[in-house]
């Protein structure tokens, strides 16, 4: 059986992972990959073909799709997804079977985009979504229904039929190495590398879509090697972890596997404040671990409760500073708009800002509150937002999904997201200008993320946004 796995192309180059979507350097479709590398083990003829590199125009699809029985297209939400749907419905024309892979997999989005979009037969829902993919494709294969295979929405007698999500593995050994597959890109193409290392997390964050998911972990010897394959191309590599620091053993497996390797590459992950220590950064260091994502989202404790994030303001400048005491560049995540943010809880924002120094960076952004999450739930109680469809999703980048708290007007809010996001303009250069940001970037990337952080604050895109 043949098939296409498909990551589009976006107008500007964007990631697509199931716990990362958005804008970013071009690189490499890691989740995509994956799955392609699985169905290829499993003696389907499966293709990887990432449009951002090849550039092939909705014209050319056609011809692309000659002689595919299956397309399995990554689909991003946020501001691409009418447009990455056009290979489906190409296939579709075809009569070659079309499967959509969407992330944010957002509670009822898929569903949604099943009814809307006629020509996709099944959207994948989490999780282990390459073991879905493959259970689906070995049934189309054989003829056969798709009646009782977990994590689909399907079509059955002009019906869409969700069947939920599917049970977690124990861990994501079954993924192997994708090597093999990612050999078969363009990869000198690619300004950053990108690896899975791990899904699900089980703290419970209000607002995250993955709260109280197993944790599972890949064979630290596969991520090495894609790592290595990827640091002869790039100089940087994102893991893409929701949790890393909360499997030690796992970190300490990791980093001697990149150290028996002798890979000359940096790289960064994701962490909890409250689980970063001295001991395994210093570790990772060793290994190339050179920036750190530090997810604080709030240093208001009234905030930190109402979001259930489990950590303290103090917490969170421990970790800061134990992060950049093992050389390592912190990234710090703070979110505004939560229904409890308020004139005090920014000024508590400026106040921890006002702690942080070059090299650090800040990205800040407006809460997006996600259909399912108690935080949504939140918003709706105090008639914040009204019910959120896939076309306010789609339109998030434009048209803002929060616009008020409980206690700041639109007008109040759009102040202190300006002053916020103003605050960190200083620090970010500053950083993206220091000698150890561009000993890891190189100092061109340094320059053009400065001027691309400089054109965002000077078109100031919330005031856009928010149509003041
Ligand atoms: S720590 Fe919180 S925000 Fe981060 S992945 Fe876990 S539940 Fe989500």
């Given at each position: 059986?043949?098939?296409?796995?498909?990551?589009?192309a976006?107008?500007?180059?964007c990631i697509?992972?199931?716990c990362?979507?958005?804008?970013y350097?071009?690189?490499?479709?890691a989740?995509a990959?994956l799955?392609a590398q699985?169905l290829?083990?499993r003696g389907f003829d499966a293709t990887l073909?990432?449009?951002?590199?090849?550039?092939?125009p909705?014209?050319g699809f056609?011809r692309?799709l000659?002689?595919?029985?299956a397309?399995v297209?990554?689909?991003?939400l946020y501001?691409t997804l009418?447009?990455?749907?056009?290979?489906?419905?190409a296939?579709?024309a075809?009569?070659?079977?079309?499967?959509?892979v969407l992330?944010d997999?957002i509670e009822?989005l898929?569903?949604?985009?099943?009814?809307?979009?006629?020509?996709?037969?099944?959207?994948?829902r989490?999780?282990?979504r390459?073991?879905?993919?493959?259970?689906v494709?070995g049934?189309?294969?054989a003829?056969k229904?798709?009646?009782g295979?977990?994590?689909?929405?399907?079509?059955?007698?002009?019906?869409?039929i969700?069947?939920?999500?599917?049970?977690?593995?124990?861990d994501?050994?079954?993924?192997?190495?994708?090597?093999e597959?990612?050999?078969?890109?363009?990869l000198?193409?690619?300004?950053?590398?990108?690896?899975?290392?791990?899904?699900g997390?089980?703290?419970?964050?209000?607002?995250?879509?993955?709260q109280g998911?197993?944790?599972?972990?890949?064979?630290?010897?596969?991520?090495?090697?894609?790592m290595?394959?990827?640091?002869?191309?790039?100089?940087?590599s994102?893991?893409?972890d929701?949790n890393?620091?909360h499997?030690?053993?796992f970190?300490?497996?990791l980093v001697?596997e990149l150290?028996?390797?002798?890979?000359?590459h940096?790289w960064?992950?994701?962490?909890?404040?409250?689980?970063?220590?001295?001991?395994?950064?210093?570790s990772m260091?060793?290994?190339?671990?050179a920036e750190?994502i530090l997810?604080?989202?709030s240093?208001?404790?009234e905030?930190?409760?109402?979001?259930?994030?489990?950590?303290?303001p103090?917490?969170?400048?421990?970790a800061?500073?134990t992060?950049k005491r093992?050389g390592?560049?912190p990234y710090?995540e703070?979110m505004?708009?939560?229904?409890?943010?308020?004139q005090r809880?920014?000024?508590?924002?400026?106040?921890?800002?006002?702690?942080?120094?070059?090299p650090?960076?800040?990205?800040?952004?407006?809460l997006?509150?996600l259909?399912?999450t108690?935080v949504?739930?939140a918003?709706?109680?105090?008639?914040?937002?009204p019910?959120?469809q896939?076309?306010?999703y789609?339109h998030?980048?434009?048209?803002?999904?929060?616009?008020r708290?409980i206690?700041l007007?639109?007008?109040?809010l759009?102040?202190?997201?300006?002053?916020?996001?103003a605050?960190?303009l200083?620090?970010?250069?500053?950083?993206?200008?220091?000698?150890?940001?561009?000993e890891?970037?190189?100092?061109a990337?340094?320059r053009?993320?400065?001027?691309?952080?400089?054109?965002y604050?000077?078109?100031?895109?919330y005031?856009?946004m928010f149509?003041?």
């Amino acid at each position: 059986m043949r098939v296409l796995v498909f990551n589009p192309a976006g107008k500007e180059s964007c990631i697509r992972e199931e716990c990362c979507v958005g804008g970013y350097p071009l690189a490499p479709p890691a989740q995509a990959a994956l799955a392609a590398q699985y169905l290829h083990d499993r003696g389907f003829d499966a293709t990887l073909i990432d449009n951002q590199t090849k550039g092939i125009p909705e014209a050319g699809f056609t011809r692309l799709l000659e002689g595919s029985d299956a397309v399995v297209a990554w689909v991003g939400l946020y501001g691409t997804l009418y447009s990455d749907v056009a290979i489906l419905k190409a296939a579709k024309a075809r009569g070659v079977s079309t499967l959509m892979v969407l992330n944010d997999p957002i509670e009822t989005l898929e569903r949604e985009a099943m009814e809307r979009f006629p020509y996709i037969d099944v959207a994948v829902r989490l999780f282990e979504r390459e073991m879905t993919i493959a259970e689906v494709l070995g049934r189309l294969k054989a003829g056969k229904g798709l009646a009782g295979i977990r994590g689909i929405v399907y079509r059955k007698e002009g019906k869409v039929i969700d069947t939920g999500t599917r049970p977690p593995e124990k861990d994501l050994h079954h993924l192997g190495s994708s090597v093999e597959t990612l050999q078969t890109l363009d990869l000198k193409r690619y300004k950053e590398g990108l690896v899975v290392s791990g899904r699900g997390c089980p703290f419970l964050c209000a607002f995250c879509l993955f709260q109280g998911t197993v944790q599972r972990t890949r064979k630290p010897a596969d991520v090495a090697d894609e790592m290595a394959l990827l640091s002869e191309h790039t100089r940087f590599s994102y893991v893409l972890d929701l949790n890393m620091f909360h499997v030690k053993p796992f970190i300490g497996e990791l980093v001697k596997e990149l150290s028996a390797r002798k890979i000359d590459h940096f790289w960064k992950t994701d962490a909890r404040v409250n689980e970063v220590d001295d001991a395994t950064l210093r570790s990772m260091v060793k290994a190339g671990l050179a920036e750190l994502i530090l997810g604080v989202e709030s240093v208001s404790p009234e905030v930190i409760k109402a979001i259930r994030k489990g950590i303290t303001p103090q917490l969170a400048l421990d970790a800061y500073r134990t992060t950049k005491r093992a050389g390592i560049i912190p990234y710090i995540e703070l979110m505004f708009g939560f229904p409890w943010d308020s004139q005090r809880s920014a000024r508590e924002s400026m106040a921890f800002f006002s702690k942080l120094k070059a090299p650090t960076i800040v990205g800040t952004s407006v809460l997006r509150p996600l259909v399912g999450t108690l935080v949504y739930a939140a918003c709706r109680k105090h008639r914040l937002i009204p019910e959120l469809q896939l076309d306010d999703y789609v339109h998030a980048l434009e048209r803002p999904l929060i616009t008020r708290t409980i206690s700041l007007d639109r007008r109040a809010l759009l102040r202190q997201v300006r002053l916020l996001g103003a605050r960190t303009l200083t620090l970010n250069a500053q950083t993206r200008l220091s000698g150890r940001y561009q000993e890891i970037h190189g100092r061109a990337d340094g320059r053009e993320r400065l001027d691309e952080s400089v054109r965002y604050l000077k078109g100031f895109a919330y005031q856009k946004m928010f149509g003041a």
